[in-house]
């Protein structure tokens, strides 16, 4: 026969609103013939030959064949969002029909994560993901902490591995681990936020270890697969050869002011009636007028708590700018009164944020490339604070003939920061505003003066006569504006696959994937700060010698490579049996290698920033080099039988450097299956789709680098004396692999024709031979010390449920509900090698001996400190008047890990008008509040003033009728009586447990809240799609039970959660998208 | 075609191959693994005077447990709050990792040593001075704590160390220190410049050790189950410090890290935490102590000196400063010194142990050191013995009590040492903090909050075995 060639024309309409679907890719297979459908949904393509189909692919939508045997071909595509052929990709890049997979995935398109948009895309994972605990910070430029399914391991890494197009990318956050302590520091962020979410496709969540197997040690925790955006194969002779996108938009950010204190306005600076000549007056008094007579009233500037003086607007008083001599009110008396509206939340200024980029796609029919650039630019709430990102973006593939094809992609990041906040308690303005601070410190005139002088003058000065010389705090002014920090991060990512398919059956696949940055993080102490630990410490684990100026930088560069070469085939077998799998290798290596170094002992030249401008001789850099490596083999063979019955088998075996010779060796074997039972139910019109699923796999972890060996630990030179010192840390040559296995079933099922569905699992994984860096008793000589011990359980569920309550031709309402509960217990923790058991394991410590811990029986991350004794449920109160504190400190007072958590997107749509809000929530868990302990005790909360049952106000004097009476009872049981004096520490630390600080961090939020018109698109348009959109993060905190802050703030990424120390409010951002395409 | 997938199949192998074994990875290149055990035996002694030294809050507050200082406004500390700031943690940490394993490993180490040097001799030498210096940091711990880890303490497989019986804790110090002192051979060298202290000289370091034990058995002189007399005698006679030549100083250095750190903490913190006491200050005043200007700064004018009240919150302004020489960078500390050695001295002699002078001629030698020390003169010292309060037949008070305040003066610089006086000679009279008693002042340290979590078995065994994890719980030999 001739071949005949035709013209076969249609349109391609979307089956959800009918409505034509421009640029669909449309190919007849077996030939490169390819075209795509123009902006009404229509297309033409001639068809050379008989017998042939056409495939019709779109982005979001499922790909859709049929024969090429009529002239007209009108075909409807479904979004793949609600498809039950939904094609996902898994583990090693491949691509599998979801409804075969024995395990829990979740994907989320890319549009979920670029509609909102915070900096980095992980923080639009939350509340959209079952199962994935998603925590941020309003560190500018912040790190995130993701966790899915709870935490495994009680010291090592608990974040989500990240995969982009089939290579991990390193995700580990640069801080140090003072930052991480909440001891002080910047948070440097989590360099994942390097991708660019504009060229993000999509997010697939793979959760369990029957997913993650075959990714070897690093998947014990879950993985994050992003697929990002690529370019069509289109037809040479169509007239949209290429596509342009532009987006741009701004956000703006305020501070949500529940999450930020209240300052009572009734007394002023001081810590109670100490002062004057005799110490005891509410003020000092001395000689301002020069008239020979001390008898002028000084505001004690030295003191940072609010115990002092009560405030009254007749009473003159000279205040800190009274000793300034370039102040208005210079060797002037003013007003005592508190700062009112010029108080510290005028300190922060509107975040604004603008990201622009565009993208350029395009192809012939034997290659498509995508092209993108984002231009990000944020200026953070702190003065003098701002983020810079540049991103660019390259990938492309070509089919060199039938048989090989090859794909590149090439990413360039260049994030620069000038100005993060501090964190912690050391030196963060966070911690002064919470914790300490004189209620009549006056913003608006701390700025004023540091604009007039340029020097530190500010309202915490050592005394009247040392106007410039700050004891406890800088003017935050001239801390935002002179100690700034800044950092600056070059990275490349990218990989180079080839592809060659040997025939039907059987392809091949080799890749090289490399994702490298270097860093620089340069700090600053200007002339005139307060002096503060600084630099390098002289002994490992110490803040650095208290300076008085001083610069450091720190160099790091980190390289990862990636070899996989595998081959995949696939055969149907007979019409009821198919066939598919794999086998491959992965060969990575890892470099991390740091120099930091810092000035000692101060600056010479003022404002010279640089190592050379030290007082003293600086102190050796410290240098870090780090090598590492894991050689893995795996295979998969996967069975399917009558498309309803599927098995999975896989293997990978791993050999890492980071484990002694004789045992780096781990295997990690996986098995799932899935029964699509509603292939046997047809006769049920009302179910559309129902699979239940099974699945049992291991997963392993290695050690960290150099953590078999021992070294010395090299403290500075005492002279020209040297010093060494064991470390800290004890090494250990016997450390075997760690291993978390898991056992998981699933249900899903979808009803009523697509408008109902869920997707449930339920899962319990046990981590064995965990290694651990253990906290020890320092009687052995050390802090901590590896192990391979401890059995932790985590046990859970997860549902998701999307619905479509309501639908028609222009309206539809559709709700999706994520919900997680995850119970972890620690079954044992080990024996030590003369055989006694620990029970107890100290994952972090903080400040006032509250610490978190690993106890054995209870949930990993119990908070553990003094409690108030009771008696028959009543606390006690002692003879003092003062609650009783227990002397034990290993009473256990809460635990991080939250009961549930919850997300709702409830999405409207009218016609080209699309509304969408998304509710969070966690339900318990506890966190820790050091600024409440200090703030409670410095008297700067409403909570400290006011009157007392007497009608009197409780600051009084006891003998005045002053005073408060804590409920409780005596030791005996009688009610308490005594009336004791609401002072200093009355309601804070000082006369109070722990447990009066540790508060239940529950929460619902609006997380997320957009409103969005897709512009009509007709033909005389220049462009082919628009959208324009407003948009809102943070909106409204609905509930929560920690005061004057975020139950989700703490210090930064890691496993040292539960603590809120110096904590940043959380900020309200509100803005506008605007996306065309042309 | 088959050109390229040829150069990109031997690219790939290629790249494989370049990589590193994986066994050869896994090194840490900038660390060092095997060090001269003098670097180690360096690095306890500076940890050591370090944390004795230390006025940090965080690390020691016994400059306030002994009423020298007290705080000026976050009072915490001196009303006996360790728990906020974990210090009993830090100072145990201190004691045991940052010192005691260091001397474990440095002596460790001298056994491996085959260098030229180290002849047979030297080492014993060396190894001698790891230990003298063990006993000394175990001996600070039992008298802080009780019951400490002794037998199971420094080995790593033993996670839950437990706490050994206090008393049995000293008389196995006591044979270690014998066996040390035998041990020194003084014709040889030992660690040279590594040893900050005494520079190497071995006579010294066996003045050292027999002071340490005339200290350590008149600390149990009322326990004579360890035959203090016996101890005492032996020690004198084996040779204590013989002049203030003999003090064991530790000089610091003008540049950080390695100043004194008073300085740190007092000048380069910026921060205004202490004032002296009315406790010490009325006491020297009473007593027109030539050490006054030493001591404490002329911040209130030339000759006016007057003490925060112990407990209470102080107006940084209104009150003595402690003096320039005390805040200096390169202020020398004192390990052991000759004054301490004739107080030491003094009360056995007062107790009718056999010593070959009288207690007042000790204690005369004991004050007019102290004097001298601070840079008074002899002139001085003189006329201050003849004060009819200082001079020991006239002064008031029993023997202890004389002995104690002088003693207490005299070790200004030196919380641990002058509250440790207090507590076994009950002597001078201290100044409970407002709401407080004479009861309530610590007659000893608590355990770690950390033992609590880690070790809490046998921290709870050594509690009740010493009568409570108390600060008021009294030592064994804490009888009177």
């Given at each position: 026969?001739?071949?005949?060639?035709?013209?076969?024309?249609?349109?391609?309409?979307?089956?959800?609103?009918?409505?034509?679907?421009?640029?669909?890719?449309?190919?007849?297979?077996?030939?490169?013939?390819?075209?795509?459908?123009?902006?009404?949904?229509?297309?033409?393509?001639?068809?050379?030959?008989?017998?042939?189909?056409?495939?019709?692919?779109?982005?979001?939508?499922?790909?859709?064949?049929?024969?090429?045997?009529?002239?007209?071909?009108?075909?409807?595509?479904?979004?793949?969002?609600?498809?039950?052929?939904?094609?996902?990709?898994?583990?090693?890049?491949?691509?599998?029909?979801?409804?075969?997979?024995?395990?829990?995935?979740?994907q989320i398109g890319g549009d979920q994560v670029t509609a909102v948009k915070s900096g980095n895309f992980v923080?639009?994972?939350?509340?959209?993901?079952?199962?994935?605990?998603?925590?941020?910070?309003?560190?500018?430029?912040?790190?995130?902490?993701?966790?899915?399914?709870?935490?495994?391991?009680?010291?090592?890494?608990?974040?989500?591995?990240?995969?982009?197009?089939?290579?991990?990318?390193?995700?580990?956050?640069?801080?140090?681990?003072?930052?991480?302590?909440?001891?002080?520091?910047?948070?440097?962020?989590?360099?994942?936020?390097?991708?660019?979410?504009?060229?993000?496709?999509?997010?697939?969540?793979?959760?369990?270890?029957?997913?993650?197997?075959?990714?070897?040690?690093?998947?014990?925790?879950?993985?994050?697969?992003?697929?990002?955006?690529?370019?069509?194969?289109?037809?040479?002779?169509?007239?949209?050869?290429?596509?342009?996108?532009?987006?741009?938009?701004?956000?703006?950010?305020?501070?949500?002011?529940?999450?930020?204190?209240?300052?009572?306005?009734?007394?002023?600076?001081g810590y109670g009636k100490f002062y004057g000549p005799n110490g005891d007056e509410w003020f000092d008094k001395?000689?301002?007028?020069?008239?020979?007579?001390?008898?002028?009233?000084?505001?004690?500037?030295?003191?940072?708590?609010?115990?002092?003086?009560?405030?009254?607007?007749?009473?003159?008083?000279?205040?800190?700018?009274?000793?300034?001599?370039?102040?208005?009110?210079?060797?002037?008396?003013?007003?005592?009164?508190?700062?009112?509206?010029?108080?510290?939340?005028?300190?922060?200024?509107?975040?604004?944020?603008?990201?622009?980029?565009?993208?350029?796609?395009?192809?012939?029919?034997?290659?498509?490339?995508?092209?993108?650039?984002?231009?990000?630019?944020?200026?953070?709430?702190?003065?003098?604070?701002?983020?810079?990102?540049?991103?660019?973006?390259?990938?492309?593939?070509?089919?060199?003939?039938?048989?090989?094809?090859?794909?590149?992609?090439?990413?360039?990041?260049?994030?620069?920061?000038?100005?993060?906040?501090?964190?912690?308690?050391?030196?963060?303005?966070?911690?002064?505003?919470?914790?300490?601070?004189?209620?009549?410190?006056?913003?608006?005139?701390?700025?004023?003066?540091?604009?007039?002088?340029?020097?530190?003058?500010?309202?915490?000065?050592?005394?009247?006569?040392?106007?410039?010389?700050?004891?406890?705090?800088?003017?935050?002014?001239?801390?935002?504006?002179?100690?700034?920090?800044?950092?600056?991060?070059?990275?490349?990512?990218?990989?180079?696959?080839?592809?060659?398919?040997?025939?039907?059956?059987?392809?091949?696949?080799?890749?090289?994937?490399?994702?490298?940055?270097?860093?620089?993080?340069?700090?600053?102490?200007?002339?005139?700060?307060?002096?503060?630990?600084?630099?390098?410490?002289?002994?490992?684990?110490?803040?650095?010698?208290?300076?008085?100026?001083?610069?450091?930088?720190?160099?790091?560069?980190?390289?990862?490579?990636?070899?996989?070469?595998?081959?995949?085939?696939?055969?149907?077998?007979?019409?009821?049996?198919?066939?598919?799998?794999?086998?491959?290798?992965?060969?990575?290596?890892?470099?991390?290698?740091?120099?930091?170094?810092?000035?000692?002992?101060?600056?010479?030249?003022?404002?010279?920033?640089?190592?050379?401008?030290?007082?003293?001789?600086?102190?050796?850099?410290?240098?870090?080099?780090?090598?590492?490596?894991?050689?893995?083999?795996?295979?998969?063979?996967?069975?399917?039988?009558?498309?309803?019955?599927?098995?999975?088998?896989?293997?990978?075996?791993?050999?890492?450097?980071?484990?002694?010779?004789?045992?780096?060796?781990?295997?990690?074997?996986?098995?799932?299956?899935?029964?699509?039972?509603?292939?046997?139910?047809?006769?049920?019109?009302?179910?559309?789709?129902?699979?239940?699923?099974?699945?049992?796999?291991?997963?392993?972890?290695?050690?960290?680098?150099?953590?078999?060996?021992?070294?010395?630990?090299?403290?500075?030179?005492?002279?020209?004396?040297?010093?060494?010192?064991?470390?800290?840390?004890?090494?250990?040559?016997?450390?075997?692999?760690?291993?978390?296995?898991?056992?998981?079933?699933?249900?899903?099922?979808?009803?009523?024709?697509?408008?109902?569905?869920?997707?449930?699992?339920?899962?319990?994984?046990?981590?064995?031979?965990?290694?651990?860096?253990?906290?020890?008793?320092?009687?052995?000589?050390?802090?901590?010390?590896?192990?391979?011990?401890?059995?932790?359980?985590?046990?859970?569920?997860?549902?998701?449920?999307?619905?479509?309550?309501?639908?028609?031709?222009?309206?539809?309402?559709?709700?999706?509900?994520?919900?997680?509960?995850?119970?972890?217990?620690?079954?044992?923790?080990?024996?030590?090698?003369?055989?006694?058991?620990?029970?107890?394991?100290?994952?972090?410590?903080?400040?006032?001996?509250?610490?978190?811990?690993?106890?054995?029986?209870?949930?990993?991350?119990?908070?553990?400190?003094?409690?108030?004794?009771?008696?028959?449920?009543?606390?006690?109160?002692?003879?003092?008047?003062?609650?009783?504190?227990?002397?034990?400190?290993?009473?256990?007072?809460?635990?991080?890990?939250?009961?549930?958590?919850?997300?709702?997107?409830?999405?409207?749509?009218?016609?080209?008008?699309?509304?969408?809000?998304?509710?969070?929530?966690?339900?318990?868990?506890?966190?820790?509040?050091?600024?409440?302990?200090?703030?409670?005790?410095?008297?700067?909360?409403?909570?400290?003033?006011?009157?007392?049952?007497?009608?009197?106000?409780?600051?009084?004097?006891?003998?005045?009728?002053?005073?408060?009476?804590?409920?409780?009872?005596?030791?005996?049981?009688?009610?308490?009586?005594?009336?004791?004096?609401?002072?200093?520490?009355?309601?804070?630390?000082?006369?109070?447990?722990?447990?009066?600080?540790?508060?239940?961090?529950?929460?619902?939020?609006?997380?997320?809240?957009?409103?969005?018109?897709?512009?009509?698109?007709?033909?005389?348009?220049?462009?082919?799609?628009?959208?324009?959109?407003?948009?809102?993060?943070?909106?409204?905190?609905?509930?929560?039970?920690?005061?004057?802050?975020?139950?989700?703030?703490?210090?930064?990424?890691?496993?040292?959660?539960?603590?809120?120390?110096?904590?940043?409010?959380?900020?309200?951002?509100?803005?506008?998208?605007?996306?065309?395409?042309? | 075609?088959?050109?390229?997938?040829?150069?990109?199949?031997?690219?790939?192998?290629?790249?494989?191959?370049?990589?590193?074994?994986?066994?050869?990875?896994?090194?840490?290149?900038?660390?060092?693994?095997?060090?001269?055990?003098?670097?180690?035996?360096?690095?306890?002694?500076?940890?050591?005077?370090?944390?004795?030294?230390?006025?940090?809050?965080?690390?020691?507050?016994?400059?306030?447990?002994?009423?020298?200082?007290?705080?000026?406004?976050?009072?915490?500390?001196?009303?006996?709050?360790?728990?906020?700031?974990?210090?009993?943690?830090?100072?145990?940490?201190?004691?045991?990792?940052?010192?005691?394993?260091?001397?474990?490993?440095?002596?460790?180490?001298?056994?491996?040593?085959?260098?030229?040097?180290?002849?047979?001799?030297?080492?014993?030498?060396?190894?001698?001075?790891?230990?003298?210096?063990?006993?000394?940091?175990?001996?600070?711990?039992?008298?802080?704590?009780?019951?400490?880890?002794?037998?199971?303490?420094?080995?790593?497989?033993?996670?839950?160390?437990?706490?050994?019986?206090?008393?049995?804790?000293?008389?196995?110090?006591?044979?270690?220190?014998?066996?040390?002192?035998?041990?020194?051979?003084?014709?040889?060298?030992?660690?040279?410049?590594?040893?900050?202290?005494?520079?190497?000289?071995?006579?010294?370091?066996?003045?050292?050790?027999?002071?340490?034990?005339?200290?350590?058995?008149?600390?149990?002189?009322?326990?004579?189950?360890?035959?203090?007399?016996?101890?005492?005698?032996?020690?004198?006679?084996?040779?204590?410090?013989?002049?203030?030549?003999?003090?064991?100083?530790?000089?610091?250095?003008?540049?950080?890290?390695?100043?004194?750190?008073?300085?740190?903490?007092?000048?380069?913190?910026?921060?205004?935490?202490?004032?002296?006491?009315?406790?010490?200050?009325?006491?020297?005043?009473?007593?027109?102590?030539?050490?006054?200007?030493?001591?404490?700064?002329?911040?209130?004018?030339?000759?006016?000196?007057?003490?925060?009240?112990?407990?209470?919150?102080?107006?940084?302004?209104?009150?003595?400063?402690?003096?320039?020489?005390?805040?200096?960078?390169?202020?020398?500390?004192?390990?052991?010194?000759?004054?301490?050695?004739?107080?030491?001295?003094?009360?056995?002699?007062?107790?009718?142990?056999?010593?070959?002078?009288?207690?007042?001629?000790?204690?005369?030698?004991?004050?007019?050191?102290?004097?001298?020390?601070?840079?008074?003169?002899?002139?001085?010292?003189?006329?201050?013995?003849?004060?009819?309060?200082?001079?020991?037949?006239?002064?008031?008070?029993?023997?202890?009590?004389?002995?104690?305040?002088?003693?207490?003066?005299?070790?200004?610089?030196?919380?641990?040492?002058?509250?440790?006086?207090?507590?076994?000679?009950?002597?001078?009279?201290?100044?409970?903090?407002?709401?407080?008693?004479?009861?309530?002042?610590?007659?000893?340290?608590?355990?770690?909050?950390?033992?609590?979590?880690?070790?809490?078995?046998?921290?709870?065994?050594?509690?009740?075995?010493?009568?409570?994890?108390?600060?008021?719980?009294?030592?064994?030999?804490?009888?009177?």
């Open positions: 026969m001739f071949a005949q060639s035709r013209v076969i024309k249609g349109v391609v309409k979307d089956s959800e609103t009918g409505e034509g679907i421009p640029g669909v890719g449309i190919l007849v297979v077996g030939s490169t013939t390819a075209t795509t459908s123009d902006i009404n949904g229509g297309y033409s393509i001639t068809v050379e030959g008989e017998g042939k189909k056409l495939i019709f692919s779109y982005v979001g939508y499922a790909n859709q064949t049929v024969d090429a045997d009529k002239e007209v071909i009108d075909v409807t595509l479904m979004p793949s969002s609600t498809v039950l052929n939904e094609t996902v990709v898994t583990a090693l890049g491949v691509s599998r029909e979801k409804k075969s997979l024995g395990y829990a995935t979740q923080n639009q994972i939350s509340g959209k993901v079952a199962g994935a605990r998603v925590r941020n910070n309003s560190n500018m430029g912040g790190s995130t902490n993701i966790i899915i399914r709870g935490a495994t391991s009680i010291v090592s890494n608990n974040q989500a591995l990240f995969v982009v197009d089939g290579v991990p990318m390193n995700n580990d956050a640069t801080n140090g681990a003072n930052q991480k302590s909440s001891r002080g520091g910047f948070d440097y962020g989590s360099p994942i936020s390097d991708i660019n979410p504009e060229d993000i496709e999509s997010i697939n969540v793979l959760k369990g270890a029957a997913a993650t197997a075959l990714y070897g040690s690093r998947a014990a925790r879950g993985v994050i697969i992003v697929t990002t955006k690529k370019g069509r194969l289109a037809a040479a002779d169509t007239r949209r050869r290429f596509g342009v996108t532009l987006n741009s938009n701004l956000t703006l950010g305020t501070i949500d002011k529940s999450t930020f204190p209240t300052y009572q306005q009734e007394y002023g600076g001395g000689d301002v007028t020069g008239d020979g007579t001390a008898d002028d009233l000084i505001v004690p500037t030295y003191e940072d708590a609010s115990y002092g003086g009560k405030f009254d607007p007749s009473l003159m008083v000279y205040q800190w700018d009274a000793f300034v001599p370039k102040s208005k009110n210079y060797h002037k008396k003013t007003p005592w009164v508190g700062a009112g509206e010029n108080g510290p939340a005028t300190f922060f200024n509107k975040a604004m944020s603008t990201t622009n980029g565009f993208s350029i796609d395009g192809g012939t029919n034997k290659g498509a490339f995508r092209v993108s650039y984002s231009n990000g630019n944020e200026s953070g709430i702190m003065p003098n604070s701002s983020l810079k990102k540049n991103s660019f973006g390259f990938n492309g593939g070509l089919e060199l003939n039938d048989k090989l094809s090859t794909s590149v992609s090439a990413n360039y990041v260049n994030t620069r920061a000038i100005g993060r906040n501090e964190t912690g308690y050391n030196d963060n303005l966070m911690s002064s505003h919470r914790q300490w601070i004189q209620t009549n410190a006056n913003y608006a005139d701390l700025k004023e003066i540091y604009e007039l002088t340029d020097a530190n003058y500010g309202w915490n000065p050592q005394s009247w006569t040392d106007p410039v010389v700050p004891i406890f705090w800088n003017n935050p002014y001239f801390q935002r504006y002179k100690n700034f920090q800044n950092d600056q991060r070059n990275r490349f990512f990218g990989n180079l696959t080839m592809n060659y398919k040997v025939n039907d059956i059987i392809s091949l696949m080799a890749r090289i994937g490399v994702d490298t940055y270097s860093t620089l993080q340069e700090e600053r102490l200007a002339v005139g700060s307060l002096a503060q630990g600084f630099g390098i410490p002289s002994i490992a684990g110490n803040l650095g010698p208290a300076s008085p100026s001083g610069y450091s930088r720190l160099n790091k560069n980190f390289g990862e490579t990636n070899f996989d070469l595998m081959a995949n085939f696939k055969k149907d077998l007979n019409e009821n049996f198919n066939i598919s799998g794999l086998i491959g290798s992965n060969i990575r290596r890892s470099s991390d290698a740091s120099v930091w170094s810092s000035t000692n002992g101060g600056l010479v030249v003022p404002e010279l920033y640089s190592i050379s401008n030290s007082v003293n001789a600086p102190l050796p850099s410290v240098e870090n080099a780090a090598l590492y490596g894991v050689n893995g083999y795996f295979a998969a063979v996967s069975f399917g039988y009558q498309r309803f019955l599927f098995l999975d088998v896989t293997a990978r075996q791993d050999y890492s450097s980071t484990l002694p010779v004789d045992k780096n060796a781990f295997f990690y074997p996986g098995v799932s299956g899935s029964f699509v039972f509603s292939e046997k139910l047809k006769n049920l019109t009302w179910l559309d789709f129902g699979k239940v699923r099974l699945n049992y796999a291991n997963v392993g972890n290695d050690a960290p680098f150099a953590s078999i060996a021992d070294v010395y630990d090299k403290p500075s030179a005492f002279g020209s004396t040297p010093l060494f010192s064991l470390p800290n840390a004890k090494n250990n040559e016997d450390l075997k692999p760690e291993i978390s296995s898991t056992t998981e079933a699933g249900l899903e099922m979808v009803f009523f024709k697509k408008r109902l569905g869920f997707d449930f699992a339920v899962y319990n994984t046990n981590t064995t031979n965990q290694i651990f860096n253990v906290t020890v008793s320092t009687a052995t000589g050390y802090s901590s010390k590896f192990v391979n011990a401890g059995k932790i359980q985590n046990k859970g569920m997860e549902l998701s449920v999307f619905g479509t309550p309501l639908k028609t031709k222009d309206f539809s309402w559709t709700v999706t509900l994520n919900y997680a509960s995850n119970r972890n217990k620690v079954i044992e923790l080990f024996k030590d090698e003369s055989g006694v058991e620990v029970k107890n394991l100290q994952i972090a410590s903080f400040q006032q001996g509250v610490t978190l811990n690993a106890t054995v029986g209870e949930a990993l991350g119990s908070l553990k400190g003094t409690d108030y004794v009771y008696k028959d449920g009543k606390k006690v109160v002692g003879a003092n008047g003062y609650y009783v504190k227990t002397t034990t400190t290993d009473n256990t007072l809460g635990n991080i890990n939250p009961d549930f958590t919850a997300g709702i997107t409830n999405t409207l749509t009218y016609k080209n008008w699309s509304y969408s809000f998304l509710i969070d929530m966690q339900q318990g868990g506890s966190v820790w509040s050091v600024d409440m302990a200090y703030g409670l005790a410095t008297g700067i909360y409403p909570e400290s003033v006011g009157n007392n049952d007497l009608g009197n106000p409780v600051r009084n004097d006891v003998s005045a009728g002053g005073g408060v009476i804590f409920e409780g009872v005596l030791a005996d049981g009688t009610p308490n009586t005594k009336r004791v004096a609401a002072d200093y520490g009355a309601w804070g630390y000082v006369r109070n447990p722990n447990a009066k600080f540790v508060y239940d961090a529950s929460y619902v939020k609006l997380r997320e809240m957009s409103l969005s018109y897709h512009i009509p698109v007709k033909k005389e348009h220049f462009f082919t799609g628009a959208s324009v959109g407003l948009v809102g993060s943070n909106l409204w905190i609905i509930h929560k039970n920690l005061p004057y802050a975020d139950p989700e703030a703490g210090a930064s990424a890691g496993n040292t959660q539960g603590a809120q120390i110096g904590v940043m409010p959380l900020i309200r951002t509100y803005g506008f998208n605007l996306t065309l395409q042309f | 075609m088959k050109k390229l997938l040829t150069s990109l199949l031997v690219l790939i192998i290629a790249t494989i191959m370049s990589c590193k074994k994986l066994t050869d990875l896994n090194e840490d290149t900038k660390s060092a693994t095997k060090v001269p055990s003098g670097t180690l035996f360096s690095n306890a002694m500076k940890n050591l005077v370090d944390q004795e030294t230390s006025p940090n809050v965080n690390l020691n507050v016994f400059r306030a447990f002994a009423q020298y200082w007290t705080e000026t406004t976050y009072t915490d500390e001196s009303k006996y709050d360790v728990f906020t700031r974990k210090i009993p943690d830090a100072e145990f940490r201190i004691l045991y990792r940052d010192v005691l394993n260091d001397l474990k490993e440095a002596k460790r180490i001298v056994a491996t040593e085959t260098d030229i040097e180290s002849s047979a001799a030297v080492k014993k030498n060396k190894t001698a001075l790891t230990e003298i210096l063990t006993v000394y940091t175990f001996h600070r711990a039992v008298d802080l704590y009780g019951n400490v880890p002794y037998e199971d303490a420094l080995d790593i497989k033993k996670l839950s160390p437990k706490y050994d019986d206090a008393q049995t804790v000293y008389s196995k110090l006591f044979t270690r220190l014998d066996a040390a002192i035998a041990d020194l051979n003084t014709a040889e060298d030992s660690f040279g410049d590594a040893d900050i202290i005494y520079g190497g000289d071995v006579a010294k370091w066996k003045k050292f050790a027999n002071s340490l034990k005339l200290k350590m058995a008149i600390s149990v002189a009322d326990v004579s189950a360890l035959d203090p007399q016996g101890k005492v005698a032996s020690a004198v006679s084996g040779g204590v410090l013989a002049s203030a030549a003999d003090n064991a100083v530790f000089q610091y250095l003008g540049t950080s890290p390695n100043t004194n750190p008073v300085y740190v903490d007092l000048v380069a913190s910026g921060r205004h935490d202490w004032v002296p006491t009315n406790t010490l200050v009325d006491k020297m005043n009473t007593l027109v102590d030539p050490r006054r200007d030493d001591y404490f700064d002329d911040n209130l004018g030339a000759g006016v000196y007057k003490g925060g009240t112990y407990g209470a919150s102080n107006s940084y302004a209104i009150y003595t400063h402690v003096s320039a020489a005390v805040e200096d960078p390169t202020n020398p500390a004192l390990l052991m010194d000759y004054a301490e050695v004739q107080f030491y001295l003094a009360e056995a002699a007062a107790r009718g142990f056999s010593v070959p002078g009288t207690a007042e001629s000790y204690y005369n030698a004991g004050i007019t050191a102290s004097i001298l020390y601070w840079g008074g003169s002899a002139a001085e010292a003189t006329a201050y013995l003849l004060n009819p309060a200082v001079a020991y037949t006239t002064a008031a008070g029993t023997y202890k009590e004389k002995i104690a305040n002088q003693a207490w003066i005299a070790y200004f610089n030196r919380g641990l040492l002058g509250w440790t006086t207090w507590r076994r000679l009950d002597a001078p009279v201290f100044n409970p903090p407002s709401g407080m008693t004479i009861a309530d002042i610590p007659k000893r340290f608590t355990y770690p909050i950390g033992e609590q979590t880690l070790n809490n078995a046998n921290y709870t065994s050594a509690a009740s075995a010493i009568g409570g994890d108390k600060l008021t719980t009294k030592l064994f030999w804490d009888k009177f």
